[in-house]
């Protein structure tokens, strides 16, 4: 069991470029989640999946978001057109099966925007 | 809707000092409660968790008992040490969705000074 890894740690990008956060969950997790936390404020859910279907997403991810999980193993999540709002840790989490309300957090991908 | 309210920080103790950091919930149904703890530099973690009215559920010496007529979930412990400073959350899922989803409150940063 080697945890939740999160790629990259940090992100520095420009205000307009899109950028890619990848995510590999503790292997056989069935469930993945994405949250977001900025500064002084708890995680905030976006979107999670069951294997590869993506059952749920938050009003927060608009329609420059879009994440991912082909295979029902890593996940990806892409911001498009990224603005200094996007400006966040973004944090992957996992859990083994429903019921099982214990989530593995990441350390996460820090982004910030210019 | 589900929410989680958690009393401000930073919270400033001495070693050895007795810890509560309040918590209180909204909610429609019956959710289990949880207190994360993330630790500088590292992911959340799972602290404790109850599941219904009364349990109590405990770890590392800290303490958090599910008050359904106060709805509140306050954490406690009796001698702080200086590696439990850190940033602790309250936290609630509705066993009732599907997503098993956890909804966050802001935090509550915790310094223990020697």
């Known amino acids: 069991d080697t945890g939740v890894s999160q790629d990259p740690r940090h992100k520095i990008t420009k205000r307009g470029q899109n950028v890619t956060f990848r995510c590999d969950p503790i292997?056989?997790?069935?469930?993945l989640y994405w949250y977001r936390q900025t500064l002084g404020q708890g995680p905030e859910f976006l979107t999670y999946?069951?294997?590869?279907?993506?059952?749920?997403k938050s009003r927060l991810l608009s329609d420059r978001f879009s994440a991912e999980r082909p295979k029902g193993s890593f996940s990806t999540l892409e911001i498009q057109r990224t603005e200094q709002g996007d400006s966040a840790m973004y944090l992957c989490?996992?859990?083994?099966?429903?019921?099982?309300?214990?989530?593995?957090f990441g350390s996460g991908t820090q982004l910030s925007v210019l | 809707g589900n929410s989680v309210t958690q009393m401000e920080g930073p919270v400033t103790l001495s070693e050895e000092a007795f810890l509560t950091i309040n918590c209180t919930y909204t909610a429609t149904g019956y959710p289990s409660l949880f207190w994360y703890v993330q630790y500088p530099g590292e992911g959340l973690q799972l602290l404790l968790k109850?599941?219904?009215?009364?349990d109590k559920g405990s770890n590392k010496g800290f303490e958090a008992t599910y008050r359904k007529e106060t709805t509140s979930f306050h954490l406690e412990k009796g001698s702080v040490q200086v590696s439990d400073s850190a940033v602790y959350f309250c936290?609630?899922?509705?066993?009732?969705?599907?997503?098993?989803?956890?909804?966050f409150g802001k935090g509550t940063r915790l310094h223990i000074l020697p």
């Open positions: 999946f069951q294997n590869e279907a993506q059952l749920e």
């Open positions: 292997s056989e997790h069935n469930r």
């Open positions: 936290a609630l899922s509705d066993p009732m969705n599907r997503d098993d989803k956890i909804i």
């Open positions: 989490a996992s859990s083994p099966t429903r019921g099982n309300e214990k989530l593995f």
């Open positions: 109850a599941t219904k009215a009364d």
